[in-house]
Nanobody, 128 residues
Framework: QGQLVESGGGSVQAGGSLRLSCAAS????????MGWFRQAPGKEREVVAR????????YYADSVKGRFTISQDNAKNTVYLQMNSLKPEDTAMYYC?????????????????????WGQGTQVTVSS
């Protein structure tokens, strides 16, 4: 059974940066679409970014465009989320998710239900 493990979360002041990592292991096949979601207390889980790992296509939520960058290292089976210019509203538990599908499926996978593999999450706290 496959597993996703997030790391890199922490506390940072507004304007700072963090890099999250998601390491995938134990999967028998490729996770073609890797995504980052976040969930603040009392709020729904929302998509942050996705990457189609076959070709490297990336997709972002409007709220993080220009600030966050999703990338991959296929050799290490790891996906990263570089977060710059962090804002207090970025505070949330960040989750790594994976799915097996097409680029189109990855592009349209903006809800948690679209992903069938999840990590345990890593907390990101941004103070003002």
């Amino acid at each position: 059974q496959g597993q996703l493990v997030e790391s890199g979360g922490g506390s940072v002041q507004a304007g700072g940066s963090l890099r999250l990592s998601c390491a995938a292991s134990g999967f028998t096949g490729s996770n073609n679409c890797m995504g980052w979601f976040r969930q603040a207390p009392g709020k729904e889980r929302e998509v942050v970014a996705r990457i189609y790992t076959v070709y490297g296509n990336t997709y972002y939520a409007d709220s993080v465009k220009g600030r966050f960058t999703i990338s991959q290292d296929n050799a290490k089976n790891t996906v990263y989320l570089q977060m710059n210019s962090l804002k207090p509203e970025d505070t949330a538990m960040y989750y790594c998710a994976a799915d097996r599908g097409s680029n189109w499926r990855c592009y349209t996978s903006t809800t948690p239900s679209s992903f069938n593999y999840w990590g345990q999450g890593t907390q990101v706290t941004v103070s003002s």
